[in-house]
């Protein structure tokens, strides 16, 4: 997650001091060193998560600062974040201030975490069966569990949450039924499902806690692939969003749709973080669109 990158970038190293005053601990160092096991944790990863994306959008800045092409943080006229990411659009965006935004990712992280060691849970990525076809699986094997669609990533590559149980049901029946593959993710708990409400309530009151501003740029929420610019709108989304699908699918179909009502047209996209996640998710929706990174 952090490499030996953000030793050369003073505005990135300068984020990580400012979240490490907020949050009481070197996080950085967590991110560098671990433990492992402390940096798993929902309640620390989802910060380091945060932080290290704006710090990446830092270094892009860093990089184009002489270009004579411009900077791509400067062009973007449309941003969104997939689930914890959102909050990193928002921050990108000017409607949450970056000190907020750490303390309101502390407060999901520490409720969710507790939510997860409540009640364990389990996610599971199911690869070449399409939505209806994976919730008619759940609806089969569910039981008196829980388990619920969780993300909608792309075309076949749909995630479902819940009891690890029924996880674990799902992958047989979905192996059987013809999925190309099923993963078994490494998250700490049943994300985006009810299992995950009582951190609801104590997010919705640290968000009423929280000056947000109107977005400079649209900002597309996971909730219901929908751009929002009202502070109130973008408080009840983001509490929504811990048991709500991840319509992360819809979400890229909203910024790179010419035309339709609410689509954008984007016709070039920048994955800020580590990796080509998001990049591999887009190819699989339009794989006309470029898309570049911050690190290969």
Known sequence: MLGDWIDGHPSAARLFERAADLLGYDLAEICRT?????????AVSQPAILVTSLALLEVLRARHA???????????VVTAGLSLGEYTALVFAGAIDFEDAVRLV???????????????????????????RIAGLCDEV???????????????????????????RLRD???????????TLGVAGAFHTKLMQPAVAELAAALGRTPI??????????????????PEEIRRLL????????????????????GD????????????????????????IDRSVPCSGVID
């Open 34 to 42: 671990g433990p492992a096991p402390s940096l798993d944790t929902t």
């Open 66 to 76: 002489d270009s004579s092409g411009g900077c791509p943080v400067d062009a973007a």
């Open 106 to 132: 502390a407060v999901r992280g520490r409720a969710m975490q507790a939510c997860a060691e409540a009640r364990p849970g389990s996610m599971v990525a199911v690869l070449g069966l399409d939505r209806e």
């Open 142 to 168: 569910r039981g008196e569990d829980v388990l619920e669609i969780a993300n909608v990533l792309c075309p076949g590559n749909v995630v479902a949450s819940g009891s690890t149980a029924a996880c674990e």
């Open 173 to 183: 029946v979905a192996t059987a039924a013809g999925a190309m593959k099923c993963v």
């Open 213 to 230: 501003r109107p977005p400079r740029i649209p900002v597309v929420s996971n909730v219901d692939a929908r751009p929002h610019t009202d």
């Open 239 to 258: 509490a929504r969003q811990v048991v709500g699908v991840v319509e992360w699918q819809g979400s890229m179909e909203c910024l790179l749709a010419a």
């Open 261 to 284: 009502i609410g689509g954008f047209g984007v016709r070039a996209l920048w994955e800020v973080g580590p990796g080509r996640v998001l990049r591999g998710l887009a190819k699989r």
